[in-house]
Every structure is written in structure tokens, then in C-alpha cells.
């Protein structure tokens, strides 16, 4: 059990630009959740999965956020035309999705930076 | 759909003093809720969590936690906080059944006096 695994944890980019940020779950974990977190604020609902399906994604979000599980596996969140709102600490955490109440596995986050 | 609300943004107490951080949620059923700790520069770490059964939950660190349904709450308690528990606090919310996402409150920062 390596943990959840957040690349990069750093992301330094310029408005308008796109970013993709990979989250690998903990093996076996089923269900995979992203959270976007302000400095102060707590984390905020973005989107989550149960396998490669995509369960719900957060009315408060625009389109130009997306995210993908195609296998199941590790999951990536896009950004495109990012803006200095998006600057955020974006969290993954995943879950083994078996029964309701479990506890959430946090990865280390993708800290962006939108200049 | 479920929420939360933190009501406190900010709480000192003394180190040696008696804690209650207040957790209010919203959802028609009976939900499943957690607190979690974050110090700065950390990660979320789970305190505790309550699904089911005794309404009254233990914790790490000697925190407890109490669902009382019919104040939808689930105060979080401490008798005696030390200084390292200066941290922010974020209380959390599921659900069952298809809406099951966990949903988390915007946090309650605790400052601990010498």
C-alpha cells in the first residue's frame, strides 16, 4: 500500500493555459473523489468515481474543468483556459468504495499557481 | 443533497480547557459523518467517524464526538486540548444510497492559548 499518489505537486502556470493533474488511487480502491481546496477553506466538492464511472460533478463547476477514470485505475483533472481562480490545492483521495462510511485516503495534493 | 455548516470560523481556548467544536448537517436520512484535523502544511487526517450504533464516537488524540439526530448535529469534544492541537478542523457529511458523496464543512481553526 504505497498511499494515493498526486503528480505534480506543483503547478506554476499562466492564465489561459491548459493543465492536466494524475491522481493514482490506493490498488484496489474503487471509488476516487477530487477536492479543490482555498487556503482557509475546507476541501470542495469537485467530482468523484466508482470505478471508471463518473458519479456526479459539482454544479459550482465550469466546463472548462473535466475529469477522466478510464480504466478504473488512476483518474486525471483537466483545467483548460485555467484563470487566477483556479488557483487552488487540488486533492485526490480515494476510498475501497465497498460499503458507505469509509474513510478518505488523501493524497499530498497538486498546488496550482495561476499567474 | 446533503451539507454541512461549521458555524465557528475561529476558536481560542486556553491549553488545559475543555473543547466543543459545533458540526451542524443537512440530509433527510441518516447520514455518516467524520471529523478531520489538518495542521498547517499537512495533510487531512481522520479523528473519527460515525456510521452507526452508539451515538457517542471515540477518537484519536482523545477526542469524542456525538450525533444527536435531533438537533442534526455532531459536536466535536475534548475534555483537556493541548497546545499541538492547534490545527483546522473540518467536519464531513455522506450519505447512502446514490448520492453518496462526502461533503465537508469549511472548517473551524483552533488556537490554543499557553
Known amino acids: 500500500d504505497t498511499g494515493v499518489s498526486q503528480d505534480p505537486r506543483h503547478k506554476i502556470t499562466k492564465r489561459g493555459q491548459n493543465v492536466t493533474f494524475r491522481c493514482d488511487p490506493i490498488?484496489?480502491?474503487?471509488?476516487l473523489y477530487w477536492y479543490r481546496q482555498t487556503l482557509g477553506q475546507g476541501p470542495e466538492f469537485l467530482t468523484y468515481f466508482q470505478n471508471e464511472a463518473q458519479l456526479e460533478k459539482s454544479r459550482l463547476l465550469s466546463d472548462r474543468f473535466s475529469a477522466e477514470r478510464p480504466k478504473g485505475s488512476f483518474s486525471t483533472l483537466e483545467i483548460q483556459r485555467t484563470e487566477q481562480g483556479d488557483s487552488a490545492m487540488y486533492l485526490c483521495?480515494?476510498?475501497?468504495?465497498?460499503?458507505?462510511?469509509?474513510?478518505?485516503?488523501f493524497g499530498s495534493g497538486t498546488q496550482l499557481s495561476v499567474l | 443533497a446533503q451539507s454541512v455548516t461549521q458555524p465557528d470560523i475561529h476558536i481560542t481556548v486556553s491549553e488545559g480547557a475543555s473543547l466543543e467544536l459545533r458540526c451542524n448537517y443537512s440530509?433527510?436520512?441518516?447520514?455518516?459523518l467524520f471529523w478531520y484535523v489538518q495542521s498547517p502544511g499537512q495533510g487531512l487526517q481522520l479523528l473519527l467517524k460515525?456510521?452507526?450504533?452508539?451515538?457517542l464516537v471515540q477518537g484519536i488524540k482523545g477526542f469524542e464526538a456525538e450525533f444527536k439526530r435531533s438537533q442534526s448535529s455532531f459536536n466535536l469534544r475534548k475534555p483537556s486540548v493541548h497546545w499541538s492541537d492547534a490545527a483546522e478542523y473540518f467536519c464531513a457529511v455522506g450519505a447512502w444510497g446514490s448520492d453518496d458523496k462526502i461533503i465537508f464543512g469549511k472548517g473551524t481553526r483552533l488556537h490554543i492559548l499557553p
Open positions: 483521495a480515494s476510498t475501497p468504495g465497498e460499503t458507505p462510511g469509509e474513510k478518505l485516503f
Open positions: 440530509y433527510g436520512a441518516t447520514p455518516y
Open positions: 460515525y456510521f452507526s450504533g452508539d451515538t
Open positions: 490498488s484496489e480502491h474503487n471509488r
